[in-house]
């Protein structure tokens, strides 16, 4: 007894040790998060040049000294422009991802602790939706609202809704039936301090990971669709659009997709790192 | 006293000249890496086993008895080291063997019956081709006599209709016929040797007996019996030596009588005076006890004194359930019973006969189909939620598995705390201070407040799950199997706090087991379940000294009892 209890603080003091010792990739990862985050914030104080003046004689310059990144058919530096269309692109992934959880939210908890007659109806609406690809859902409401940079965050956030939703449902039915939340039953708990104190806390531990990998994938889906013309458009710096500027020229000026690209790449792996991070880190915890 | 004396004396007294058939001298298992996790866990211990003989090695859970035993099959475990001064079987050292001398071994020459038969039987494969199996694998004979043989063991075993079980899979088989297959499995080959690894510690008392038997005529025909179990109930069925071990030693090993009735090292006294049973009513099981503070329960709360209304009082409760197929089993009809203030209630019966459903009903968190239930003539099933949560804060529940009945995100003072405000809000002030005196009420400390539950062992899990029961300052506490899951010498100190805080508290239980033993030890009156029905009700004494229902009868007949306790009364009355 002793001797495992002594294991055990051991492990959590290792745990907590580990904290400054987490892998390379992770640390890779938050650097890249901080700068697009900071981008964000202060575009001004990152980019090299305005994003919006043009110089139609240094057109189509591949990358340089003077333009880190090349610049674009009138001329506009590409690094710069990528940087003030960050803000626009990370909110459009936040702000997707608040709208999904948001909803899926609701209807998972509807879902999974309704009455039969809200329930059963929810469920199988949901599984309808999740029947549907995530993209073509998008478009459905882009179609619906039309394009544009706030018609874009709803759509991808509708359009990821279901599947987040159908997870908040399951992990409540489990804990639902949990032993606790019997106990507390039994100690005579009223039904909205059970849901508050352990209902909620517990079927939301896994999402807090998902809300990471959640938002890289939200910025994928907002870029492709912007790139398809549906979403904000091209006089703005935001990256599907800065794709969708550039494949005119594709064939004489290559960084003008690649480096928006990778942004989005950077992006959305950086976040996707993180949060699998998280997500070990937490069920680290409840399994120890 | 050497251990190996002992023994040898004994087998030499009814056995005649029997065979030495396995020969342990000083046998150290360890686990882990070399250095700080690198763990003793079996130390020196000294085994023999003569042809047709029982031996058994007794103890709790880390006593490195299974360990033990498997280290004789070469499964000791992954990360184990297994070193001995002599380790002979049939002659021959079992010391350095290759896996694939083992694989002929084993089966053929020493047999393996585990606990749980539903783990251990594969649930996609029918329990004949099981058996078949051990045959196949050995080159038993060519498919035909293999079939005959299958129905032969099994008819041996117990199994009724072998032929048609013998194409039924492990999950369409009752516990009682598992086990027996199981059994089967391992003596198809008729090794000389079985080893059983707690055989009936997962079975109900009837189904047991069952068990016990078949072992019992395995004995008879000359097979020898290694028995591995906490029960000593049950090893005094079975063994001609008992070994008592504890923390990786044997600390006693003699002759069955001997060690039972004129046990010689105080751990083995303390294991026998620990189990309860009918003749330990009234009395402590352990020494230890907790502190209980004067004052620990409010005065102020309005207990009313009238004591011809029963506390709590169940009528004809009637509880169905749909089942995934669509079908309607009624799992409690008809059950009505009475609770007195500071007064026990038993209810005993066998896994699947409603007992649990009936304590959930009397809790209200299930509504019954038909009948009612009154807590201090109100009735409570039905009521409104509000008026239902005044009188939940009565009653307290104790399950089986306190872990899982404990928020993962809680420590124990929070668990304490958030039962402590709900029933009393003024105590939030000093909330914490409370918690730490429950804690010592139920024999623990306040440096335990801070502790997560997951770090503590099973029978501290236990303790705080009563110190949350009486937070709240109940009247009643439900106890459904809540000793079930603990080792012997914890659920005595726990029984025993129990009936401490029912003496100081006035507090009512609804005590829920499958255990006769600690049912008698515990109840003032009882009440027999089987199949949802109550067979029987009266005094504990009545009950259980003198049943009138057939199934109680049955119950108490199969029931194994600690053989020498009649000489331990015979020798006080003296």
Redesign the interface.
């Known amino acids: 007894m002793t001797a495992s209890v002594t294991g055990q603080a051991r492990a959590a003091s290792e745990r907590q040790r580990s904290i400054f010792k987490v892998p390379l990739s992770v640390a890779l990862s938050v650097l890249v998060a901080l700068f697009f985050v900071a981008a964000a914030i202060t575009p001004a104080a990152l980019s090299t040049h305005s994003p919006f003046d043009t110089d139609l004689l240094s057109s189509l310059t591949p990358p340089a000294s003077d333009h880190l990144l090349g610049t674009d058919d009138i001329g506009r530096d590409l690094y710069s422009r990528i940087i003030w269309g960050t803000r626009q692109s990370l909110l459009i992934g936040l702000g997707a991802m608040a709208v999904a959880l948001t909803s899926a939210t609701v209807l998972g908890f509807a879902a999974a602790l309704a009455p039969r007659w809200i329930a059963e109806p929810i469920d199988r609406i949901l599984e309808i939706l999740l029947a549907f690809p995530t993209l073509l859902l998008a478009l459905l409401f882009v179609a619906l609202l039309g394009p544009s940079a706030t018609s874009l965050l709803f759509s991808v956030g509708i359009g990821t809704a279901p599947g987040y939703a159908r997870l908040i449902r399951a992990q409540t039915l489990k804990v639902k039936s949990s032993g606790y939340v019997e106990a507390a039953w039994a100690l005579g708990h009223p039904g909205h301090t059970i849901f508050r104190q352990h209902i909620a806390p517990n079927a939301f531990r896994p999402l807090v990971a998902l809300f990471a990998l959640g938002i890289g994938q939200s910025v994928v889906w907002a870029s492709g669709l912007s790139f398809l013309g549906l979403g904000v458009a091209p006089p703005s710096p935001e990256w599907g659009a800065l794709l969708e500027a550039g494949k005119a020229n594709i064939t004489v000026a290559w960084w003008l997709e690649i480096f928006p690209g990778v942004a989005i790449v950077f992006v959305a792996l950086s976040f996707t790192q993180i949060g699998r991070y998280i997500q070990d880190r937490l069920e680290g915890t409840l399994h120890q | 006293m050497n251990a190996f004396a002992q023994a040898q004396v004994m087998s030499h007294d009814g056995m005649g000249a029997s065979r030495l058939i396995l020969e342990v001298r000083d046998l150290n298992v360890w686990f882990g890496q070399d250095g700080d996790s690198r763990?003793h866990v079996v130390k020196g211990v000294d085994l023999e086993l003569y042809a047709g003989q029982c031996i058994a090695l007794v103890g709790e859970s880390g006593s490195g008895k299974s360990v033990t035993a498997r280290s004789l099959i070469g499964l000791a475990g992954a990360g184990s080291r297994v070193e001995a001064a002599n380790l002979t079987f049939e002659g021959e050292t079992l010391l350095g063997r290759s896996d694939r001398w083992w694989r002929h071994v084993r089966g053929s020459k020493i047999g393996l019956i585990l606990q749980d038969a539903l783990v251990s039987l594969d649930p996609l494969r029918p329990v004949g081709k099981e058996i078949d199996e051990a045959l196949w694998l050995h080159r038993w004979g060519d498919r035909a006599s293999r079939r005959e043989k299958i129905l032969k063991i099994l008819g041996q075993v117990g199994v009724p209709e072998p032929a048609l079980r013998a194409k039924q899979r492990s999950g369409e088989l009752s516990g009682g016929l598992r086990q027996r297959a199981l059994i089967a499995a391992a003596i198809a080959l008729h090794p000389n040797v079985v080893i059983a690894d707690e055989p009936t510690t997962a079975l109900d008392v009837t189904v047991q007996a069952q068990v016990l038997g078949v072992l019992k005529q395995m004995l008879a025909r000359g097979t020898s019996i290694i028995l591995i179990s906490h029960d000593l109930a049950v090893v005094s069925k079975l063994a001609d030596i008992i070994y008592v071990m504890r923390g990786g030693s044997i600390v006693e090993a003699g002759p069955r009588d001997r060690v039972l009735n004129r046990p010689r090292h105080r751990y083995t006294q303390q294991l026998i005076d620990a189990v309860p049973s009918e003749h330990t009513k009234g009395t402590r099981l352990s020494a230890d006890g907790g502190v209980l503070r004067p004052g620990l329960f409010s005065q102020s709360r309005g207990r009313s004194s009238n004591n011809r209304v029963p506390l709590l009082d169940a009528r004809n409760i009637v509880k169905t359930f749909r089942s995934p197929d669509g079908i309607r089993r009624t799992v409690v009809k008809g059950v009505s019973f009475t609770l007195a203030r500071g007064e026990t209630l038993g209810i005993v019966g066998e896994s699947g006969s409603g007992k649990s459903t009936l304590a959930r009903v009397a809790?209200s968190?299930e509504t019954p189909d038909s009948g009612e239930v009154r807590f201090e003539g109100r009735i409570w099933t039905g009521a409104v939620?509000?008026e239902q949560?005044?009188?939940?804060?009565r009653?307290?529940?104790v399950?089986q598995?306190p872990l899982?009945?404990?928020?993962?995100?809680w420590r124990v003072s929070r668990i304490l705390t958030?039962?402590i405000t709900?029933?009393n809000p003024s105590r939030a002030q000093d909330a914490r201070q409370y918690a730490a005196a429950l804690l010592e009420a139920v024999g623990l400390e306040p440096v335990h407040l801070d502790r997560w539950p997951?770090?503590m062992?099973g029978g501290q899990r236990q303790r705080v799950a009563i110190a949350?029961a009486i937070a709240?300052e109940p009247e009643i506490i439900i106890l459904d199997e809540a000793v079930s899951a603990l080792d012997v010498s914890v659920q005595a100190q726990i029984l025993d706090l129990l009936t401490d805080l029912q003496a100081q508290l006035g507090i009512s239980y609804l005590f829920i087991s499958h255990d006769l033993g600690v049912i008698h030890h515990m109840s003032d009156r009882v009440l027999v379940m089987k199949d949802g029905k109550a067979v029987e009700q009266g005094t504990a004494d009545q009950v259980f000294y003198h049943p009138k229902h057939a199934y109680t009868q049955s119950l108490l007949a199969s029931l194994p009892r600690l053989e020498y306790a009649q000489l331990r009364m015979a020798a006080s009355a003296r």
Do not use: E, H, N, W
Request: hydrophobic letters at 35%; aromatic letters at 6%; glycine letters at 0%.
């Open positions: 763990r809790l968190l939620p509000a949560r005044q009188i939940r804060k009653i307290s529940v399950y598995d899982s009945s404990f928020d993962p995100r958030d039962a709900l029933a997951l770090q062992s949350r709240t």
